[in-house]
């Protein structure tokens, strides 16, 4: 069954602490992108990467950090330099940067 | 950056009434998508359009590139049909072309 995934689907932190966010697709998409959204808000670009071994900060990069050694799989983790870390993170791919882009199901990271 | 400005922002219905939601936008993209955020809050892809038209059921869309602004029409609502519409745009100029959303319409369908 071809799609996105996200692991897990809530996430409580401490502060202070590191976590990381999965995100995984098997749609052969060589562009994917996280976003963060907050409540009665759009979203907002994190990180993006157009090919493996690539990967380029969006808007709000400060306090997170990615890697994308795999073509299927862009984990996303967010440090404890993140200021406001609890949000709603989404991860989205596309098969090419440009064409039409997928979301998964997001995680919800909630910081104690 | 593109500012993207999506209206009305709240809007109720009555099942079985019609709608349309506006989306403008500040400057030229390269892609234009549109999104159902269910109570979940998953994104449902409902357009990818750049330009011109398309239709999918009850759904239909037009994209005016040359005046930056595209319509999502609803017609016949249902109450599954309640949730925030998303409107996101790709910049020309963008990085990695990520969409740019707005903030989106909040829909309530009543029975």
């Known amino acids: 069954d071809g799609g996105i995934t996200q692991s897990p689907k809530y996430l409580f932190r401490k502060e202070g602490q590191n976590v990381t966010l999965s995100c995984e697709q098997n749609l052969n998409h060589d562009a994917m992108y996280w976003y963060r959204q907050d409540p009665g808000q759009g979203l907002r670009l994190i990180y993006y990467s157009q090919i493996v071994n690539d990967f380029q900060k969006g808007d709000i990069a400060e306090g997170y950090s990615v890697s994308r050694e795999k073509k299927e799989s862009f984990p996303l983790t967010v440090t404890s330099a993140q200021k406001n870390p609890t949000a709603f993170y989404l991860c989205?791919?596309?098969?090419?940067?440009?064409?039409?882009?997928?979301f998964g199901p997001g995680t919800r990271l909630t910081v104690l | 950056g593109i500012q993207v400005e999506q209206s009305p922002p709240d809007l109720i219905l009555q099942e079985g009434a019609n709608s349309t939601l506006r989306c403008n936008f500040s400057d030229s993209v390269n892609n234009l998508q549109w999104f159902h955020q269910n109570p979940w809050g998953q994104l449902i892809n409902l357009f990818y359009i750049p330009s011109g038209t398309k239709q999918n059921g009850r759904l239909s869309a037009t994209t005016v590139a040359t005046e930056r602004y595209s319509l999502l029409y609803i017609s016949s609502s249902q109450t599954t049909d309640s949730g925030v519409y998303f409107c996101a745009v790709d910049p020309n100029s963008n990085s990695g072309y990520a969409l740019n959303f707005g903030k989106g319409t909040s829909l309530l369908v009543t029975p």
């Open positions: 989205a791919s596309s098969l090419n940067p440009g064409r039409e882009q997928f």
